[in-house]
């Protein structure tokens, strides 16, 4: 056996040579963030119904994610490495959420910016949750994602609680209505919406003769409409989805209801016209700001339109925005930890997004989230009407 001069066979020598030298090297890939170790890109997670009657909603909010995305990597990206989106379906269903949050986990995303449906976007925050992981919702708007005191939710767009009253306003003290039917579809987000408009109606003085749930899905809603109309409102509220609104529409008109026709805000999309035809014309929807209502928003509907051929629907402007705060408190955290990522989102306060500016408060809800009202004319989304700082109702230009 070969021996150094101090008598150490030479093997034992090599081996503690590369037994110290494997000690270096996993001390300086401890020194890394695990996604610094593991991965050349920073990954985003963006969980929403990709098939389904939402299926054209998700795709939407996928694409505004995209135009973000390649935004901050035209410029360099954060902390030295691109962003890279990773879509996934939850269908709008809550079993389907649950199995989509867990993909997003195993794939190795450090934050999460999307969601549309409530009813997918609770069961995927407790999943985030337990892991860690942040989740700037664009779209879901329950109360409940934010009241539950996890610390790592947050909003790019209002509350149901705060869409409810603006809605109840404006039927009292704009349409000056007296009787108010309110229908919802039994989903979370629907009846949340409903529930808080009702209450606010009630408080205001008018009379709720109706505030009932339909069943998604079904090809006639004649019966329920019969039964509203007989009730004699002055105006129908709907807060369900725009693929049941375009058939209760259609057959309202259908029927000869003459009252005034109303939505919330996951009506707003350009399939309500597709299904409803010329019945939609008239029909006030109220909603966060679309992007063609935005004055800083004017490039990116030109940039959308560009890029996939067709205008952009209501929520992708406020996933571009979710994107990219997201990728702010990356690069303010100096660090993709999700924990990181956390702390340094509930430290923005005055984010200069497209949608306006952003801040949270202690809860994660948007410090100043916006409603404004819209009509459908000529087969398209037209400006309404919004509140002054003193409450009147206005025209907006």
């Not at 109360?143 to 790019?156: I, S």
Request: charged share 20%; proline share 5%; hydrophobic share 40%.
């Amino acid at each position: 056996m070969n021996t150094q001069n101090n008598g150490m066979p030479d093997a034992v020598r090599v081996l503690r040579q590369t037994v110290s030298a494997a000690i270096v090297a996993l001390a300086a890939l401890a020194a890394l963030t695990p996604e610094a170790a593991h991965s050349q890109t920073i990954k985003i997670g963006v969980p929403v119904p990709l098939s389904g009657s939402s299926a054209n909603a998700g795709a939407d909010i996928v694409n505004g994610a995209k135009l973000a995305a390649a935004k901050i990597n035209a410029a360099g990206g954060v902390l030295g490495k691109q962003i890279e989106l990773v879509p996934e379906d939850d269908a709008c269903d809550a079993q389907t959420a649950v199995q989509a949050a867990q993909k997003l986990i195993d794939a190795g995303v450090v934050a999460v910016a999307g969601g549309y449906c409530s009813s997918a976007a609770l069961p995927e925050l407790t999943a985030l949750h337990r892991s860690g992981i942040p989740f700037v919702l664009d779209a879901s708007t329950n109360p409940k994602l934010t009241e539950m005191g996890y610390d790592n939710v947050f909003r790019t767009i209002g509350r149901d609680d705060q869409q409810g009253p603006f809605a109840a306003s404006f039927i009292k003290n704009s349409l000056h209505a007296k009787r108010a039917a309110v229908i919802d579809d039994n989903t979370t987000y629907s009846k949340g919406l409903a529930q808080n408009t009702v209450e606010a109606l009630k408080k205001g003085g008018v009379e709720v003769v109706y505030a009932d749930s339909i069943t998604p899905g079904q090809m006639d809603y004649s019966p329920t409409l019969t039964k509203v109309a007989s009730l004699k409102p002055d105006v129908i509220y709907y807060t369900g989805y725009f693929s049941e609104a375009g058939l209760l529409v259609k057959e309202a008109r259908q029927l000869g209801l003459k009252m005034t026709l109303m939505g919330g805000d996951a009506t707003n999309d350009p399939t309500l016209m597709k299904t409803a035809g010329p019945a939609a014309d008239g029909m006030i929807i109220t909603t966060s700001p679309l992007a063609q209502f935005l004055s800083g928003a004017h490039g990116y509907v030109d940039d959308y339109t560009k890029a996939y051929g067709q205008a952009p629907g209501p929520y992708s402007v406020y996933e571009y925005d979710a994107v990219a705060v997201t990728a702010k408190a990356i690069a303010d955290a100096k660090s993709a930890d999700p924990k990181a990522i956390v702390a340094a989102l509930h430290k923005i306060k005055d984010y200069p997004g497209l949608t306006g500016t952003i801040g949270f408060d202690p809860k994660g809800d948007r410090t100043r989230a916006v409603y404004i009202t819209i009509i459908v004319r000529n087969d398209q989304f037209t400006a309404y009407q919004r509140q002054d700082a003193a409450g009147n109702w206005v025209a907006m230009k």
